[in-house]
C-alpha cells in the first residue's frame, strides 16, 4: 500500500489525455478507476496535471520520509490507543511516524494529526459503515461539490489501462464514501482536483480506511453523486462560493492561455502569409522586367497575358471581313 518511503501514492481516477474542462463528453470509463497490483497504482493515463498533484502532496510537509524509528514509534502510538490514553502527550514526530506506517496523509498541525489517528482507529475495523450509512447519503449534489462535503459515489474499476486502445479489463464497480479534504487547480491546465479521504468502500479493489484518493473534478461531476446533511448548510453555502470563486479564476487563466495561443498561431499564420505574397510578388516583377527585357531586344511591342483574348478577337474580325470582301467580288 505504501511507496518505498512509506506513504501511500494517492489512488487517480483515469481521465483522457487532451481533456479540458468545457470539451466534449468525455470517452466512456473516464471516470473511472485504472488498477494495477496494488492501491497505490495510478491510472495508465496519467497525465501532467496529476503528475502535480502527487507532488504537492509529497510537498506538503517537511517530515514526509520515514524515519528508521517509525515502526518503533507508531507502536508507542498504538499502545496508548488501546490503554486509551490522550495523544496530546505524543510529538508531532510519534503522530506522523503513525500516519506514515497506515499510508494516510501527514499534512495539517498537531491537532489534526491527532483527530485523524483517532478516526482511523475508530473506523479501522470496519466500523465505518455503521458510523456513515448508506442511508445518510439523501442529498444529491451531482456536480456541486466542496471541500468538507462526505459524499458517496460508484465507480468501474479496471484492471489495466491501455494508451493504444484507451480502454482496460473491466474488474467490476467499487462504492466509495469519503469526506472531501482537499481541492485544487493544476498549474498546466487549471484542472480541478478534489482530494477524498474514503471512510469506506464496496466492491471490486476496496480501499483502506482514510486512504487518499485523488478524483479530477469533471469526473466526479459525471457520477451520480450524494452527500451527507452539514451541520451547518449555511457554511457550506459559504465554502461552495469561494469554490466556484476559485473556479472562475482558473477559467479566466485557462482562456488567458488559449487566447495567448491562438495570438501566436494567427500571427504565425499572418507571417507565412506575408513570405507567400512577397515570393509571389517577386516572381510578378521578375517576369515583368523579362518582358521588357525582350520588348527591348526586338523593338516590337509583346501581347500580355490580359491582352490576348482582345487580339485574338480582333484578329477574328479581321477574317471574317476578309471572308465577305471576297464574297462581294
Same mark, same amino acid.
Given at each position: 500500500? !505504501?511507496?518505498?518511503?512509506?506513504?501511500?501514492?494517492? /489512488? =487517480?481516477?483515469?481521465?483522457?489525455?487532451?481533456?479540458?474542462?468545457?470539451?466534449?463528453?468525455?470517452? &466512456?470509463g473516464d471516470d473511472? &478507476?485504472?488498477?494495477?497490483?496494488?492501491? !497505490?497504482?495510478?491510472?495508465?493515463?496519467?497525465?501532467?496535471?496529476?503528475?502535480?498533484?502527487?507532488?504537492?502532496?509529497?510537498? &506538503?510537509?517537511?517530515?514526509n520520509d520515514r524515519?528508521?524509528?517509525?515502526?518503533?514509534?507508531?507502536?508507542?502510538?498504538? $499502545?496508548?490507543?488501546?490503554?486509551?490514553?490522550?495523544?496530546? !502527550?505524543?510529538?508531532?514526530?510519534?503522530?506522523?511516524?503513525?500516519?506514515?506506517?497506515?499510508?494516510?496523509?501527514?499534512?495539517?498541525?498537531? @491537532?489534526?494529526?491527532?483527530? %485523524?489517528?483517532?478516526?482511523?482507529? %475508530?473506523?479501522?475495523?470496519?466500523?465505518?459503515?455503521?458510523?456513515?450509512?448508506?442511508?445518510?447519503?439523501?442529498?444529491?449534489?451531482?456536480?456541486?461539490?466542496c471541500k468538507g462535503?462526505?459524499?458517496?459515489? /460508484? *465507480?468501474?474499476?479496471?484492471?489495466?489501462?491501455?494508451?493504444?486502445?484507451?480502454?482496460?479489463?473491466? =474488474?467490476?464497480?467499487?462504492?466509495?464514501?469519503?469526506?472531501?479534504?482537499?481541492?485544487?487547480?493544476?498549474?498546466?491546465?487549471?484542472?480541478? $482536483?478534489? $482530494?477524498?479521504?474514503?471512510? #469506506?468502500?464496496?466492491?471490486?479493489?476496496?480501499?483502506?480506511? =482514510?486512504?487518499?484518493?485523488?478524483?479530477?473534478?469533471?469526473?466526479?461531476?459525471?457520477?451520480? $453523486?450524494?452527500?451527507?446533511?452539514?451541520?451547518?448548510?449555511?457554511?457550506?453555502?459559504?465554502?461552495?462560493?469561494?469554490?466556484?470563486?476559485?473556479?472562475?479564476?482558473?477559467?479566466?487563466?485557462?482562456?488567458?492561455?488559449?487566447?495567448?495561443?491562438? !495570438?501566436?498561431?494567427?500571427?504565425?499564420?499572418?507571417?507565412?502569409?506575408?513570405?507567400? *505574397?512577397? @515570393?509571389?510578388?517577386?516572381?510578378?516583377?521578375?517576369?515583368?522586367?523579362?518582358?521588357?527585357?525582350?520588348?527591348?531586344?526586338?523593338?516590337?511591342?509583346?501581347?500580355?497575358?490580359?491582352?490576348?483574348?482582345?487580339?485574338?478577337?480582333?484578329?477574328? #474580325?479581321?477574317?471574317?471581313?476578309?471572308?465577305?470582301?471576297?464574297?462581294?467580288?
Amino acid at each position: 500500500m !505504501s511507496d518505498k518511503k512509506g506513504k501511500a501514492k494517492p /489512488t =487517480l481516477i483515469s481521465l483522457s489525455s487532451s481533456e479540458e474542462e468545457d470539451e466534449t463528453e468525455e470517452e &466512456d470509463g473516464d471516470d473511472d &478507476d485504472y488498477e494495477d497490483k496494488s492501491f !497505490s497504482s495510478s491510472s495508465g493515463d496519467e497525465t501532467e496535471e496529476e503528475e502535480e498533484e502527487e507532488e504537492e502532496e509529497e510537498n &506538503d510537509s517537511d517530515d514526509n520520509d520515514r524515519t528508521e524509528n517509525d515502526d518503533s514509534l507508531c507502536n508507542g502510538v498504538i $499502545t496508548l490507543l488501546k490503554e486509551g490514553g490522550d495523544l496530546e !502527550s505524543l510529538s508531532l514526530k510519534q503522530l506522523k511516524a503513525y500516519l506514515r506506517n497506515h499510508g494516510l496523509r501527514i499534512t495539517g498541525t498537531k @491537532a489534526v494529526c491527532q483527530q %485523524r489517528i483517532l478516526e482511523h482507529w %475508530r473506523i479501522k475495523d470496519g466500523r465505518a459503515e455503521a458510523l456513515y450509512p448508506r442511508s445518510s447519503f439523501f442529498i444529491n449534489c451531482t456536480g456541486d461539490v466542496c471541500k468538507g462535503d462526505v459524499v458517496l459515489f /460508484t *465507480q468501474k474499476v479496471y484492471k489495466k489501462f491501455n494508451k493504444m486502445t484507451r480502454r482496460g479489463k473491466l =474488474l467490476g464497480k467499487r462504492t466509495i464514501a469519503g469526506r472531501v479534504v482537499k481541492e485544487s487547480y493544476g498549474k498546466a491546465k487549471q484542472q480541478h $482536483t478534489f $482530494t477524498v479521504e474514503v471512510l #469506506w468502500s464496496k466492491g471490486s479493489k476496496k480501499l483502506p480506511p =482514510l486512504f487518499p484518493l485523488l478524483v479530477k473534478g469533471r469526473n466526479l461531476y459525471n457520477l451520480k $453523486t450524494y452527500r451527507r446533511h452539514w451541520s451547518d448548510e449555511a457554511e457550506r453555502k459559504h465554502v461552495l462560493a469561494e469554490k466556484h470563486k476559485r473556479g472562475n479564476a482558473a477559467r479566466l487563466v485557462k482562456a488567458m492561455k488559449r487566447t495567448r495561443k491562438w !495570438s501566436t498561431d494567427v500571427g504565425m499564420l499572418e507571417s507565412e502569409m506575408v513570405k507567400v *505574397q512577397n @515570393a509571389k510578388s517577386i516572381h510578378i516583377n521578375q517576369d515583368h522586367r523579362k518582358k521588357e527585357k525582350l520588348l527591348n531586344q526586338t523593338g516590337e511591342r509583346l501581347i500580355t497575358h490580359e491582352e490576348k483574348p482582345l487580339f485574338q478577337g480582333v484578329q477574328v #474580325w479581321v477574317t471574317i471581313t476578309k471572308c465577305l470582301l471576297q464574297l462581294e467580288k
